[in-house]
């Protein structure tokens, strides 16, 4: 099995930077893609940003120019630096990696417990 942990979230003022961090660990044999989604009360799950092995990147409309995707492919962890944040990036956000376990089946997703991301004054 893959388990992934998040840190890094937490209450900031608009305009103010965060950085949520991952890290994937158990039986991985490679990583083909990590990412972050959120989820706001009310509204779907969306992609924030994505980062493919070997690291095409992919952001949504709402933050590019504002958050940063960057993986340690030795590590296996994927962070994301989010700055000039906003109200409406309140949300919980969660890791998602696309995880190879064996040779013999195709990668699937694994997701992390997800971390609170609140901007308020």
């Known amino acids: 099995q893959v388990q992934l942990v998040e840190s890094g979230g937490g209450l900031v003022q608009p305009g103010g930077s965060l950085r949520l961090s991952c890290a994937a660990s158990?039986?991985?044999?490679?990583?083909?893609?990590m990412g972050w989604y959120r989820q706001a009360p009310g509204k779907q799950r969306e992609l924030v940003a994505g980062?493919?092995?070997?690291?095409?990147?992919n952001y949504a409309d709402s933050v590019k120019g504002r958050f940063t995707i960057s993986t340690d492919n030795a590590k296996n962890t994927v962070s994301l630096q989010m700055n000039s944040l906003k109200p409406e990036d309140t949300a919980v956000y969660y890791c998602?990696?696309?995880?190879?376990?064996?040779?013999?089946?195709?990668?699937?997703?694994?997701w992390g417990q997800g971390t609170q991301v609140t901007v308020s004054s």
């Open positions: 998602n990696a696309l995880v190879s376990t064996t040779i013999w089946r195709p990668p699937r997703d694994y």
């Open positions: 980062i493919s092995n070997p690291g095409s990147t």
């Open positions: 158990g039986s991985i044999v490679s990583i083909n893609a």
